[in-house]
Each structure stands twice: as structure tokens, then as C-alpha cells.
């Protein structure tokens, strides 16, 4: 049964050629706008601390290529070049006209604009609370908000129709829980450890425990070590979530969807209850929304050279 009750749909203006189609939105409470196609493809890069996520996006702002590459502090601007180079080539794909970055790894994201701008004549655009003057965020220390909190804030406002609030459960390194308003507020959140993190931590602590793969067992009761440290792992970490979700539900004062994204997010699939959806590419599109909302509010455009 939904969580949320139903809102108004949007109007749109008719497109110019220039410029692009403009749409006012009720149920996400901020205006919407569709970029000329010349800015396409876009290029958007997540680069978080364990793994980088890269998408080509077309006009339409669908996604129609992804990777997931190994963040890597000690590659150059040449090597990011070179592997941006290989995957377009390997997938068949057209070289970017834009691209906007995020990332929570300050040096290998300063390597990836430089790649750009050497290489492929782009100028990305950098994605931080500074640069999103429509985005209120809600912080002791709004700029200490990470990047990707921000795409997490665009990529769930699809998710707004039905409700004012949303809650992103991103499982990455760290395993965030991102509370998000309608009218782009971001009113703060949660960080625990995440997942693999913890298992690692167990791992090397205690030294006879072997290392397990993070999957869900048959039942809560273990019958040996493996299973016994899955069930922990698994089971106990999705009952953390469900836990939490169920407390920022109730400090709240309207209804809230929870979306989940992230690699953890496929694993506790079905056995988390209080999650409503689950979007593996949340971050990603939200990068590429992101970047189309800066037209909507005069930003400069990423331009080629």
C-alpha cells in the first residue's frame, strides 16, 4: 500500500531550440528543465572512496552506457584519459560534449577534470553545496555536505510525487542515510560504518574467523561459522537499517519513501522491510539531473572547447 498521498502534475512550456524545454513541477516544489541536445552526451562521474560509477546520459537524460571502475588515488590525469578513452571505445559510445563530477575523493576528482580538459576539451562541472544555489541544505556546516548526498537529493525527487520527504539509504563505504524535503532541502541524515567495512574490521580482529561473502544465509540461526557470520553480517545489518528508518519516520512530521541504492543494496533486497524501492543508478541519474537543473537556474553550461 502506498506510504503517500497523490499531488498535482507539472506544466511545461514549449521548447526552444537554444535553450530547452522548461517545466514548472508542484509535486517536487522546483522547476525542471530539459537541455538543447547539442550538450549531449553527458558524461557523469561518481567517484566515491572504494568505487568509481561513470554514465553516458543522451538527450532524453536516459543513461545508455554505465561502469563501475576501482577508485584509484594513484592514477594520473593521463591514465584517467586513457581509461575514459578505452571504455567509450570498448562500448561503442560517442566521446562527451559535457560532463559534471562528483566526487568524495578530492585528488582523484581534480585528476578526472584535469583528464577532461586536457583531453576531450570539456569543462566539468563540480558538483558541491556552493554550486547549488537552489539546493537549502539544512547543516550546522552546509558545506560539509558530501558530493554525493547532493546527486542522492536529485535522484530521489522522482520518488516526491506522493510524499514530502524522502529518505536515500546509500550502502557504499560508509553507509548513509540521506533525509531529503520537497523544494530540494537536504535536512541531514545518518552515517554508520558500512557493511563490508565492518566484516573487514571483524576479519582482522579475530583471526579464526574465516573470510565469508556477504550474502544472506537460509535462516537467522547459524549452524556453523559461515553461516552463523552471515546471518550477523546480513541479517543484522538490515535490521540496523530497518531500525533507523523506522526512527527518522517518526521524527518527521509528514510521510517519507525510502529509496535504497548502492552495491549492499541488491543483497538486503527483500529482507530489509521498511525500504519502498530500490534504484542501483540513483546517484548516477541524479548526477545527470543535477547538471540540467544548473541550466534551469542560468548556471553556465559544461562546454566543449
Not at 72 to 94: E, I, S, V, Y
Not at 245 to 261: D, Q
Request: net charge neutral.
Amino acid at each position: 500500500m502506498p506510504r503517500c498521498s497523490s499531488i498535482a502534475a507539472s506544466r511545461c512550456f514549449l521548447p526552444l531550440p537554444s535553450v530547452g524545454l522548461v517545466c514548472d513541477s508542484p509535486q517536487f516544489g522546483v522547476r525542471l528543465y530539459n537541455p538543447p541536445v547539442a550538450a549531449f552526451p553527458l558524461l557523469a562521474v561518481d567517484i566515491g572512496n572504494t568505487t568509481t560509477v561513470l554514465g553516458l546520459a543522451d538527450a532524453s537524460r536516459t543513461l545508455t552506457h554505465t561502469w563501475r571502475v576501482r577508485t584509484n588515488r594513484d592514477q594520473l590525469p593521463d591514465d584517467l584519459a586513457l581509461q575514459l578513452h578505452g571504455l567509450f571505445t570498448l562500448a561503442g559510445a560517442a566521446i562527451p560534449r559535457a560532463a559534471v563530477l562528483s566526487s568524495v575523493a578530492p585528488p582523484v576528482g581534480e585528476n578526472y577534470a584535469l583528464a577532461l580538459r586536457r583531453h576531450f576539451m570539456i569543462e566539468p562541472f563540480t558538483v558541491s553545496a556552493e554550486t547549488l544555489p537552489d539546493v537549502t541544505v539544512e547543516l550546522d556546516q552546509p558545506g560539509a555536505v558530501g558530493a554525493d548526498r547532493l546527486c542522492n537529493l536529485f535522484g530521489a525527487e522522482k520518488y516526491l510525487d506522493r510524499c514530502d520527504y524522502a529518505v536515500v539509504v546509500d550502502f557504499g563505504t560508509s553507509t548513509n542515510f540521506d533525509v531529503i524535503g520537497r523544494g530540494r532541502r537536504f535536512l541531514g541524515g545518518v552515517l554508520a560504518t558500512g557493511a563490508q567495512v565492518s566484516a573487514d574490521a571483524l576479519f582482522a580482529r579475530a583471526a579464526k574467523l574465516p573470510r565469508i561473502s556477504l550474502e544472506a544465509p537460509a535462516s537467522a540461526i547459524g549452524k556453523n561459522t559461515v553461516h552463523a557470520l552471515q546471518s550477523g553480517l546480513v541479517y543484522g545489518y538490515a535490521e540496523m537499517v530497518d531500525g533507523l528508518l523506522r526512527r527518522i519516520r517518526a521524527e518527521l512530521p509528514g510521510e517519507a519513501v525510502s529509496i535504497a541504492t548502492g552495491g549492499f543494496s541488491r543483497t538486503v533486497q527483500g529482507i530489509c522491510r521498511e525500504i519502498d524501492h530500490y534504484d542501483e543508478t540513483l546517484t548516477l541519474r541524479g548526477l545527470v539531473e543535477l547538471w540540467a537543473s544548473r541550466q534551469a537556474v542560468g548556471a553556465r553550461p559544461p562546454a566543449t572547447v
